[in-house]
């Protein structure tokens, strides 16, 4: 079998290793990189809330940058159930194989991705791993090769507003979601401090306060 054949063969990244089921501080960990288009679902976590905690399985973390690799929302359904500790198991491997497993275990369980949250997927795994085959990716990502290989061979997507830089676009939208995660954040966990909210959504302090400054005058958490 050649070479390209065996790669074609198995998953492009290697067994996950998941340690012993153990508890670990919700304080400790945070949200890796993902796919999802609205990082946090706070409906699906408050009716996770309503589950016993012990039905569902743990959350996979990965070990030494104690990132959620699958589970955020199990985690998120613990703090609104007011639980400092969650049940966990830790995942050996790099934070690139990480981030393909927790997007094929999303693509195919669980609150499962969106098609557009795998075609998002799909294009940040061209990128960042170009030498992996259709198959491989589109095995990861639950898509089909042809439409990896449609993905690998169109171009960047262009800027709405004419003459606009697309990665600013990107940040301002980006920028978008993240203040109202912290709204509905707020809304859900009042007593977080701005420090906490900014670091899981990824804003700055200043811009948590302000979103939580509108919020109080009733106003819309996005600036005019």
């Given at each position: 079998m050649s070479n390209k054949a065996q790669r074609r063969a198995g998953p492009p990244f290697a067994e996950p290793k998941l340690g012993k089921?153990?508890?670990v501080k919700i304080s400790s960990l945070r949200l890796g990189n993902s796919p999802r288009l609205v990082r946090e679902d706070l409906e699906y976590a408050r009716a996770l809330a309503e589950v016993d905690?012990?039905?569902?399985p743990p959350v996979v973390v990965l070990e030494g940058a104690m990132t959620v690799v699958d589970g955020w929302e199990r985690v998120l359904a613990a703090q609104i159930r007011g639980e400092?500790?969650?049940r966990a198991r830790m995942l050996q491997a790099s934070e690139e194989d990480a981030y393909l497993i927790?997007?094929?275990?999303?693509?195919?369980?669980?609150?499962?991705?969106?098609l557009a949250e795998r075609l998002r997927a799909a294009r940040h795994v061209l990128e960042s791993r170009p030498e992996l085959s259709d198959q491989?990716?589109?095995?990861?990502c639950a898509l089909s090769t042809r439409t990896v290989a449609k993905q690998r061979k169109?171009?960047?997507?262009?800027?709405?507003?004419s003459g606009a830089d697309p990665k600013s676009r990107k940040r301002r939208l980006s920028t978008r979601v993240a203040r109202e995660e912290a709204a509905g954040r707020m809304g859900v966990f009042p007593d977080d401090s701005n420090r906490k909210i900014a670091r899981e959504v990824g804003l700055?302090?200043?811009?948590?306060?302000?979103?939580r400054k509108r919020i109080r005058r009733g106003e819309s958490p996005l600036p005019e």
């Open positions: 089921e153990i508890l905690a012990q039905l569902l400092k500790e969650i927790g997007v094929h275990t999303n693509a195919t369980h669980g609150k499962r991705l969106s491989a990716i589109a095995g990861v169109a171009p960047a997507l262009p800027s709405v507003a700055s302090e200043k811009t948590v306060r302000d979103v």
